[in-house]
Structures are given as C-alpha cells and as structure tokens.
C-alpha cells in the first residue's frame, strides 16, 4: 500500500499508449471516472484502520478517527482501480471486440464464459432498439397542453416507468427467444465460430516482447527498488 511511485509509473504507461493509438491523453483518464461510486465501498478504511490518527470527523452520536494508514490504503484502492479501468479502456478503444473475444478463446477461457460475453454484447443492441421504439410509443401517446407539461407527477412517472421497465424485459426475452430459434436452425452448437485472424507480423513480435521485457523490468524494480524508499 502506497507505492505511489509505481502507480504514477503505470499510469504514464497507460497515457503513452493513448498518446500512441491517438486517443488523447485524457480520454482514458475522464472515462475511468465511473469507478468512483464504487470506491464508496473502500472508504470505511479510512476509518477503521489503527494507527496515525490525523483528525476526527463528528456525525451526530459518532465520533470517526481518521487514520493515515486507512486514507493510504483507500487511496491505493482508488488509484489502481482508476487505473486499471483506464487500462481496460484503452484496450476496448483500441481492439475491436471481436477479436477480444478470439482472444479469450484463446486464452482457454471456459466455452460458456465466453458464450455470454459474447451474446452480452450482441443483446446490447437489442434490448437499445427495444427500449427506443418503446420510448417512441410512449412520446406518440403523450400529449402536452399550450404551455404545460407534459406527464404527471413524480409518482405517476415512476409508476409508468417501472411498468416499461417490466413490459422492456419481456419484450426483450421473447425477442432473444426468437434470435435463439433463428440460430438453431441455422445450426448453432453453442460456440461462436469466427475466422480465425492472421499469424502475428515480425514488428508485432518484437513490439511484444518488448513489453514483456519493460514489465518484467517494472516488476523487478518495484520488488527490488521501492520497498527501500
């Protein structure tokens, strides 16, 4: 915990590939943001970690203690998980998702993991066109006075936007259901066969493994150089 040095050293590895794919240096770097409600889930450390006390915060009948080993540790946590979704990004960005999936495949990920993956992205688009022409519907249906507003109140609002949810999930299964039958008759086995892409480039090996190499440097030093600071 709070090895920040080596944090900053993966981080401008992160941002030289975006600067390399063209990306920008800050794309990765605002998407990754959406990380930060789950942090929610980290930041009791701060408080229920000994040792270092730097303060106190007053809620009411509670008195929390801030620790310095806690605020170290949530700010590791929220620095390698902001990273490492800009890493993620950056591959997404980057490699269309085919090939992620060949990937995997590759990698001897379990046939059914990779099954849903796959169909996960692929109902995306479905379960969007859904709820569109369901959206449409609805605004077709509306109608909004000479200067009023259209719709009711907030509960007549959340009513209605809980039955489209439901009517959206039906909608959306039975239509899976018939994309489904549609594969079967087409023969479909439950694996998702693709061609498979061509043999790895000289320059593409060597670009290989000199990432091997500089991460095996980077590992070598954090293990060897980092715990003496």
């Known amino acids: ?20 794919a063209r990306l920008g240096p800050l794309r990765t770097a605002r998407g990754a943001f959406v990380v930060a409600p ?18 106190s915060v007053a809620l009411g009948p509670l008195t929390l203690t801030v620790s ?14 902001w990273i490492s979704v800009q890493a993620a990004l ?13 990937a995997l495949r590759r990698l001897r990920l379990p046939r059914i993991m990779v099954a849903i993956i796959s169909f996960m992205y692929r109902y995306l688009a479905v379960l969007t066109g859904e709820a569109a022409r369901m959206g449409r519907a609805r605004a077709a249906r509306s109608a909004v006075r000479g200067g009023g507003r259209g719709g009711g109140t907030l509960r007549w609002r959340a009513t209605v936007t809980g039955h489209m949810v439901g009517s959206l ?36 090996i060597v670009v290989l493994l000199v990432a091997m190499a500089v991460l095996v440097a980077f590992q070598l030093a954090a293990q060897l150089w980092l715990p003496r600071l």
């Open 1 to 20: 915990m709070g090895a920040y040095p080596a944090l900053a050293i993966a981080w401008l590895t992160v941002v030289s590939g975006c600067v390399l």
């Open 38 to 55: 789950f942090l929610l889930a980290a930041l009791p450390l701060v408080f229920t970690r000994a040792g270092d006390p730097l303060g």
């Open 68 to 81: 310095g080993q806690g605020l170290r540790e949530f700010t590791t946590i929220a620095a390698k998980s």
């Open 90 to 102: 950056l591959l997404s960005f980057t490699t269309p998702f085919h090939e992620l999936v060949d």
């Open 169 to 204: 999930f039906l909608r959306s299964y039975e239509r899976s259901e018939r994309i489904y039958g549609a594969m079967q008759a087409r023969g479909f086995d439950g694996e998702l066969r693709s061609i498979p892409g061509p043999a790895l480039a000289r320059p593409a």
